[in-house]
């Protein structure tokens, strides 16, 4: 499956964004979807994850109840609705998909196929 995210920007704190991670190839509602981030000089971290049909999402301490995850299988479309930024929400923002064999979806490196990246800059 190719991943194609969108909708970075520069923001003020306080603000919201809505990124998209459009996705071509195979079947997108077979793949279970996260969102990682990676800011300057840090490694990539978890964002958000939700299963296959959206039943279930995971997030990041971070992010709880600031960020929304969310997909419309009919557009082949994950999203991640971003409100209440912060300067330290600053970072490349990637997509990811894998399949769902379990375990936990928080870890980067069970994911297989990723997006390029979408730069969201949170100013004070």
């Known amino acids: 499956v190719q991943l194609q995210a969108s909708g970075g920007g520069l923001v003020q704190a306080g603000g919201s964004l809505r990124l998209s991670c459009a996705a071509s190839g195979r079947a997108f509602s077979g793949f279970v979807m996260g969102w990682f981030r990676q800011a300057p000089g840090k490694e990539r971290e978890f964002v958000a994850s939700?299963?296959?049909?959206?039943?279930?999402?995971d997030y990041a301490d971070s992010v709880k109840g600031r960020f929304t995850i969310s997909r419309d299988n009919a557009k082949n479309t994950a999203y991640l609705q971003m409100s209440s930024l912060k300067p330290e929400d600053t970072a490349v923002y990637y997509c990811a998909a894998r399949a769902d064999y379990g375990g936990t979806y928080g870890n980067p490196h069970l994911y297989d196929y990723w997006g390029q990246g979408t730069l969201v800059t949170v100013s004070s």
């Open positions: 939700i299963t296959r049909s959206g039943g279930r999402t």
